[in-house]
């Protein structure tokens, strides 16, 4: 049985998120801005683990932190790890349980689908 939320706007909010849900747009807007602004690539690690590669600019940075620090608090089920492994390049990594991989499957089509659209 599938978490996932299911709603007209196409979110990826599984039932385990605790965001109301009538913030859920609102979060799925700056997602999708985020995706559109800092992901340069996305790579598939393993069913449980998603990289992105980001801008490397500073405030990208700010908001992959404010972002994920967010979603974290109300879908605590996600692992998120910023890392900076050159003064031009930022990564941010999503691990989820096994029980949660639909909602990285769904973010990680929704971020190679959003990407690119300016």
């Known amino acids: 049985m599938s978490d996932r939320h299911v709603t007209t706007d196409d979110s990826w909010a599984p039932d385990a998120c605790t965001l109301p849900t009538h913030e859920r747009p609102l979060r799925l807007a700056e997602f999708d801005q985020f995706f559109r602004d800092a992901v340069q690539g996305v790579d598939r690690l393993s069913a449980q683990h998603l990289r992105l590669q980001l801008d490397g600019a500073e405030q990208v940075e700010e908001t992959a932190r404010d972002l994920t620090a967010r979603e974290s608090s109300c879908c605590s089920f996600f692992a998120f790890d910023i890392v900076r492994p050159s003064p031009d390049s930022l990564t941010l ?14 973010l990680a089509e929704r971020a190679t689908s959003v990407r690119g659209r300016k």
């Open 93 to 106: 990594d999503v691990r989820v349980p096994a029980a949660h991989v639909d909602v990285l499957d769904a």
